[in-house]
């Protein structure tokens, strides 16, 4: 909340208000499926933050926020998915009643749970200035504090356990769906080890064969695993909402040239990638490390190669903010978080092999410790 | 497509751009987990649709959707997640290319996947007038066909083993994530019977127990199940992105009296809900019998009590097209499918049961057949 208001202040913003769920639960607490309806939290001038929602979901608010109870609002269920009125009428009075409808409020214009018809709303009912905040939280929250990196440590050992449940359960006539259900098994259920059960992921497990692993984004069918084809497995683990992603490709039977060379050229250019990911460089510079050593392989990948990560709820485990890319010129600090997400999708074929890491004055700290290479089984 | 184009006329638009993945799916096949990126599905004054979304995902589209391959249109990486340039600024670029930058764009405006930027975006780059037409597709997308109503049995077939795996599983000391885990096997793994492996919900398995049922959308935790507490199941089966949700409720040890009213009263309301579910009348008229029956037995439920469903991706199984509440005169069709979702989520406890149903000229079809009570395991 401090780092959220001196940001506000620092952009002359009176009151802010959240749409994307990460950045409500960072902020409040809140966590339940309900962001298919209009919601928010509300930043205003002063005082604790406002949970604004379903009205039926304000007994999650009131369960899950540590704001008081008073400070949830609910609106009218004929508000919901209605051609005639929108929530953000109904949260455009509310304003108004404390007085919060002056001055400039900002709004995260490009977010999947903020649409144009929220903007219009918002922009018809008041008078206020309304700015662009899109990813004004999300940037607060880029450096983990050590409750969230223990998080994510947790989930690092949960997504340890995905892939070795992944690679005892494999093997040639499998189908597809029910290795997806051992996926979802080894990442929900509560590990002794552990002493805790997973969250739900942001995204669902993706673990294209073969051609199809040309396609990052295809889900799962009933086909059986096929002998002689790679398989890339894309999944997190998740512990309170954050994530830990790791992918690793499996090939069954003897690898082909094509995905010896892969495995090589994306170690290499790891290794030069995470000489690069600590304090003081910026984002492009492990980005740059990591391509020239592609280019070297004679691999063009013609997207980024990661991403910072925290909590999260669906579509995405992404936290919005830097991306390992060229021209980003964010610059690395302690306790930052990354998925170094190295996957090659090309043509008629497709490798993954990446890490998460934190950021440190030396060498990344990996979040999971999986072998960093192509699992083979024959 | 037709249907979309009839409408389209109808409405004097020239252009449409669809966000919505399910309404991107049904127009053209798209099948995929991108919509964390913007993406969209073009249709023109004539010819094919053109997939449009980042380039690494045109992969997905050449092998998902039934148009031509050139039909798929991806923009460049750094068109995501970028603060400088909008993935709708290159898509407006490619209409003006065509000359589809003229006349009346129809967008949808309140859709998760249309942000306040993209409409932003289209509105500067663009001189043709932008109008609304959110919904326009799901609204074709009403009266099933009978591959689709063959899809939604299947999903049906499948939720009747989810909760049939629920109440074998479930007992007192049950961990929650461990029931969760289970959920998610009965919900995906390969089924004999079925002769499919299942999809993945649109909605994560939501079981709250005790006074947090009084919240609709929480999601679980790691404690254990209790003996004298009631815990509701809101669970869907998935066949080929189809769903039939379908909830139950269950008490372990002997249930207590507000639950038996609760059952009696919801047992009571369904049948007269049920009795006016056909072809002819309209959706407040299921509604209204519904809430005249609860409120003799003492209960307001101050939300809808169902809606539309079909085909469907996150965050939301519901069609966001008509719901069952009063107000809503669309007159029921044959074909048409609902979630009668008479759930209750009272101060400190809740209650679920409901029915996925087919409209027909008749007595309405219900998609499972799940034992309409109270279940309870003593």
New interface residues.
């Given amino acids: 909340m401090a780092a959220t208001r001196a940001e506000m202040e620092r952009r002359g913003l009176d009151v802010l208000i959240v749409s994307d769920p990460s950045n409500m639960g960072w902020l409040t607490g809140y966590?339940?499926?309900?962001?298919?309806v209009h919601q928010a939290v509300v930043v205003g001038p002063d005082g604790d933050p406002l949970w604004f929602g379903?009205?039926?979901?304000a007994?999650?608010a009131?369960?899950?926020c540590w704001m008081s109870d008073d400070n949830a609002i609910g609106y009218?269920?004929?508000y919901?998915?209605s051609?005639e009125r929108?929530p953000m009428d109904y949260l455009a009075a509310r304003l108004h009643d404390r007085g919060w409808d002056r001055g400039r409020i900002g709004?995260e214009?490009?977010?999947?749970?903020?649409?144009?018809?929220?903007?219009?709303s918002l922009a018809t009912n008041l008078t206020s200035e309304i700015v662009?905040a899109?990813?004004l939280v999300n940037w607060q929250r880029i450096v983990k504090s050590p409750l969230e990196l223990e998080y994510m440590r947790r989930a690092g050992r949960r997504v340890e356990k995905i892939h070795a449940r992944i690679f005892d359960t494999i093997e040639p006539g499998l189908?597809?769906?029910?290795l997806?259900?051992a996926i979802?098994?080894a990442g929900?259920?509560?590990d002794p080890d552990l002493g805790?059960?997973?969250?739900?992921p942001a995204?669902?497990p993706?673990l294209p064969s073969g051609s199809?692993a040309?396609?990052?984004?295809?889900?799962?069918?009933?086909q059986p695993m096929k002998a002689g084809e790679g398989t890339f497995f894309e999944v997190a683990g998740v512990h309170n909402r954050y994530h830990c992603p790791l992918s690793r490709t499996i090939f069954l039977g003897k690898p082909t040239q094509q995905f010896l060379d892969a495995e090589a050229a994306v170690q290499d250019g790891m290794e030069a990638g995470l000489e690069m990911a600590r304090a003081g460089n910026t984002c492009e510079d492990v980005a740059n490390a990591f391509f020239a050593v592609l280019a070297r392989h004679g691999i063009v990948k013609?997207?980024?190669t990661g991403?910072s990560i925290g909590m999260s709820y669906?579509?995405?485990w992404?936290e919005?903010t830097c991306?390992l890319?060229a021209?980003d010129r964010t610059e690395l600090r302690p306790n930052m978080t990354f998925h170094f997400m190295t996957g090659l999708?090309m043509e008629d074929w497709g490798f993954e092999l990446t890490e998460s890491i934190v950021i440190t004055d030396g060498a990344p700290e990996c979040l999971a410790d999986v072998p960093r290479k192509l699992l083979v089984k024959d």
Avoid: E, M
């Fill in positions: 966590d339940g499926w309900s962001f298919y379903r009205g039926q979901d007994n999650g009131v369960r899950t009218p269920d004929p919901v998915q051609t929108h709004v214009l490009d977010n999947y749970w903020f649409s144009a018809a929220a903007w219009r662009d899109t990813a189908r597809k769906s029910d997806v259900a979802w098994d929900i259920r509560f805790c059960g997973g969250d739900y995204i669902v993706l199809d040309a396609a990052p984004h295809l889900t799962w069918d009933d013609d997207n980024r991403y669906p579509p995405d992404g919005r991306s890319r021209g999708w």
